[in-house]
């Protein structure tokens, strides 16, 4: 470390001061570099949020759309009337001795071109429906297109279930499904119960078959940064997706993403490093669909690549032409400003006697001169009021002197003719002991600095008198480390904050209570703390006492101060009073020493 020190003192100031600039404007350039960076990069993700916010919006949007348009067909196929007919006439022949021809009937070439021109109108290529089912009323499955009876058969049973009862569209969920020319395939069913115009009844059953590519085909032409859209239902099941091999599977152990319950249209992020993946997701209420999509957020700040060459290309720039201007503006400087700054420093430390010792007519001799006149000043200054507080300090102390020997003098006297009186001749006696140890002490030879010992002695003399005269009001306790004893403490500094204690505490509240005195060592210094669950103080009346800004008429704040101020001037600002106070039921009062022996 000393020779780092020696290395440094021997560098001439110029290359300092361009040292110190060069470290600047990389330090500045750098940060701004990185909130540059920073920033650009949230407003990246903010875009790529708000871009693929509105794509979900639109492909909700348009999955609603194909949701009620295959709704309506389903409607309007339940409610045409080629439709009605043949399956009323049917439901008429379904008794048991028709029930043959009823079967028959549906089977006739003329039945079956009848619900075969009728179904084409809204199946593929003129609607995204793939195929169509009808169950009559008699649970027979009519053959009329390309549907697999069969496996409607084998899936759907009888077709009826308790939801009929509400008449409208029922979309099934993903399943497999055969078609008579192409085989297996993925498809959402949607069925309606057809009911008879003019009757009433239930003549029926159609379903409409979807393809889940149809579905899938609304995100599939949208742009997605690499990401990848799901729709997932209820159970948290994949029912639709780019990638079919995810179909049918559990979401969350597929994709490892976890889909909030509350039904929400949420954003967040998940995963950390390179698998951190941005993910939105929207509710699509119709069916309690959800719809997904998840973004790797290193596609994302792919873009960044670019800016942040053009931040490092302006940096390296603004850097150069910084070490330029440093280097020039460090040779004009003299060594002569860091000689005045030398000074500064040492004043600042506490040498308040060290001056300039530059002379000059140029810009800097005459800052140096008026930098000297100007300690010069301040320092008598310091002094002169240095020695008004020291003055303060000692009449407020005579006073709070003068105040409290005759005051207490009277009271104590008159307590003890009291106590005479009512033929109490031996508290008398001790009433006079305790005044005879109190003026002993308070004496003291003159001193102002006694031992902690001898303050205890003098306080518990008070207190012991106040209590033969305010038995009512009050009691005491007092628990003092016997280490402390022999360490100095100001004189009389306890007996104004117990006084204070009595008259504006426990008095007030009329009624018994307790001062408690404690001290004793914490680390480098000395706290004896006075409490009493008296009247208390508000925090504007503390403050008023302790600024000096109360009337002590109003408030005993005049010995509170005086005390502190006495401390603070014998030993300095670290120590003194601090006031902790609840109004209406506690004061507590820590008186802060230096550890010095008397």
Same mark, same amino acid.
């Given at each position: 470390m000393k020779g780092f020190s020696r290395y440094i003192g021997g560098i001439s100031i110029k290359n300092k001061i361009f040292i110190s600039n060069v470290l600047i404007i990389i330090v500045f350039i750098s940060t701004q570099s990185y909130f540059a960076n920073t920033i650009s990069q949230k407003a990246i993700i903010e875009k790529e949020i708000n871009n693929s916010s509105r794509e979900l919006v639109l492909i909700k949007n348009n999955l609603q759309t194909l949701v009620s348009t295959i709704e309506d067909y389903s409607k309007i196929l339940a409610s045409d009337y080629r439709l009605q007919n043949v399956l009323y006439n049917d439901l008429l022949l379904n008794n048991e001795q028709n029930a043959s021809k009823s079967a028959e009937g549906l089977n006739n070439l003329s039945m079956k071109k009848t619900l075969s021109e009728t179904i084409s109108n809204i199946v593929e290529p003129n609607t995204r429906i793939k195929a169509v089912s009808i169950l009559t009323a008699n649970h027979h499955w009519v053959d009329v297109g390309f549907a697999d009876n069969a496996y409607a058969s084998r899936i759907f049973g009888d077709g009826y279930g308790a939801e009929d009862r509400y008449y409208l569209p029922i979309w099934t969920g993903l399943m497999k499904f055969g078609f008579l020319y192409e085989g297996e395939d993925s498809v959402f069913a949607v069925s309606k119960t057809v009911i008879h115009k003019d009757t009433g009844k239930t003549i029926g059953r159609i379903f409409l078959y979807v393809k889940e590519t149809t579905i899938a085909s609304i995100y599939e032409e949208e742009e997605n940064k690499g990401g990848e859209f799901y729709i997932v239902d209820s159970a948290g099941r994949i029912i639709s997706s780019q990638n079919k091999a995810k179909l049918y599977r559990d979401f969350k152990e597929v994709v490892s993403i976890s889909i909030p319950e509350k039904g929400e249209d949420t954003t967040f992020t998940q995963g950390s490093g390179s698998e951190e993946m941005l993910i939105f997701t929207h509710r699509f209420e119709p069916l309690k669909w959800t719809i997904v999509s998840a973004i790797p957020m290193k596609n994302i700040s792919s873009g960044r690549k670019e800016i942040n060459q053009l931040i490092l290309g302006v940096g390296a720039a603004c850097l150069l032409l910084a070490l330029i201007v440093s280097f020039l503006l460090s040779r004009s400087i003299t060594r002569h400003i860091f000689q005045l700054a030398k000074t500064m420093r040492q004043i600042r430390s506490g040498?308040?006697? @060290? +001056?300039?010792?530059?002379?000059?007519?140029?810009?800097?001799?005459? #800052?140096?001169? !008026?930098?000297? %006149?100007?300690?010069?000043?301040?320092? @008598?200054? /310091?002094?002169?009021?240095?020695?008004?507080?020291?003055?303060?300090?000692?009449?407020?102390?005579?006073?709070?002197?003068?105040?409290?020997?005759?005051?207490?003098?009277?009271?104590? @006297?008159?307590?003890?003719?009291?106590?005479?009186?009512?033929?109490?001749?031996?508290?008398?006696?001790?009433?006079?002991?305790?005044? *005879? %140890?109190?003026?002993?002490?308070?004496?003291?030879? $003159?001193?102002?600095?006694?031992?902690? !010992?001898?303050?205890?002695? #003098?306080?518990?003399?008070?207190?012991?008198?106040?209590?033969? +005269?305010?038995?009512?009001? /009050?009691?005491?306790? /007092?628990?003092?480390? %016997?280490?402390? #004893?022999?360490?100095? &403490?100001?004189?009389?500094?306890?007996?104004?904050?117990?006084?204070?204690?009595?008259?504006?505490?426990?008095?007030?509240?009329?009624?018994?209570? &307790?001062?408690?005195?404690? $001290?004793?060592?914490?680390?480098?210094? #000395?706290?004896?703390? &006075?409490?009493?669950?008296?009247?208390?103080?508000?925090?504007?009346?503390?403050? *008023?006492? /302790?600024?000096?800004?109360? @009337?002590?008429?109003?408030?005993?704040?005049?010995?509170? +101060?005086?005390v502190s101020n006495r401390i603070r001037m014998l030993y300095g600002e670290r120590y003194g009073l601090q006031v902790e106070s609840d109004y209406g039921v506690s004061t507590k009062i820590i008186i802060v020493l230096p550890l010095r022996y008397h």
């Open positions: 040498q308040m006697q @060290v +001056r300039s010792p530059y002379q000059s007519k140029d810009e800097i001799g005459y #800052l140096s001169e !008026g930098f000297n %006149n100007l300690m010069d000043r301040i320092e @008598v200054l /310091m002094a002169e009021n240095v020695e008004k507080q020291r003055t303060k300090a000692e009449i407020e102390f005579k006073l709070l002197q003068s105040q409290v020997k005759p005051h207490f003098l009277y009271n104590t @006297v008159e307590t003890i003719i009291s106590l005479i009186k009512l033929g109490l001749g031996k508290q008398a006696i001790q009433a006079a002991q305790y005044m *005879a %140890n109190f003026y002993k002490i308070s004496l003291s030879k $003159g001193d102002d600095i006694i031992p902690i !010992g001898d303050e205890m002695r #003098l306080t518990e003399s008070y207190l012991e008198i106040q209590q033969l +005269r305010y038995v009512e009001y /009050m009691e005491y306790t /007092m628990e003092i480390d %016997n280490e402390i #004893l022999s360490y100095s &403490i100001p004189k009389l500094t306890l007996q104004p904050i117990v006084e204070n204690a009595i008259y504006h505490g426990l008095k007030l509240k009329q009624e018994k209570g &307790i001062i408690r005195i404690s $001290g004793k060592r914490s680390g480098d210094h #000395l706290e004896i703390e &006075i409490y009493d669950n008296g009247a208390g103080m508000h925090k504007e009346q503390i403050k *008023a006492i /302790m600024d000096g800004t109360s @009337v002590p008429d109003e408030i005993n704040g005049f010995g509170l +101060r005086s």
